[in-house]
């Protein structure tokens, strides 16, 4: 069983930074990759950010220069700073991780709880 844990939302003034992070649990399976997505009320959910096993990252265009996306030491937590966040970037972020199952080889996918991130004008 496969567990992705959110963390690090709150409230905080347009300009300012945080950082979200997202911690897997559970055995028996590879991570290929993480994603983290956005949706604010009344729009569809957004990919924000991806980063691959090997390190690769990919940025939409409306967080890019602003987001970064990295993993811990254990490459079992990724983290999602955003710098010089706006209003426009309030939403709950929810963290993806595109996995395989170590045993059948067949490709799993999980999702966390989600976090809100608010940032008022």
């Known amino acids: 069983q496969v567990q992705l844990v959110e963390s690090g939302g709150g409230l905080v003034q347009a300009g300012g930074s945080l950082r979200l992070s997202c911690a897997t649990s559970?055995?028996?399976?590879?991570?290929?990759?993480m994603d983290w997505y956005r949706q604010a009320p009344g729009k569809q959910r957004e990919l924000v950010a991806s980063?691959?096993?090997?390190?690769?990252?990919d940025f939409a265009d409306s967080v890019k220069g602003r987001f970064s996306i990295s993993w811990g030491n254990a490459k079992n937590t990724v983290y999602l700073r955003m710098n010089s966040l706006e209003p426009e970037d309030t939403a709950v972020y929810y963290c993806?991780?595109?996995?395989?199952?170590?045993?059948?080889?067949?490709?799993?996918?999980?999702w966390g709880q989600g976090t809100q991130v608010t940032v008022s004008s």
């Open positions: 980063i691959t096993s090997g390190g690769s990252t």
């Open positions: 993806d991780a595109d996995l395989t199952d170590a045993i059948s080889g067949q490709a799993m996918e999980a």
């Open positions: 559970g055995t028996g399976f590879r991570i290929n990759a």
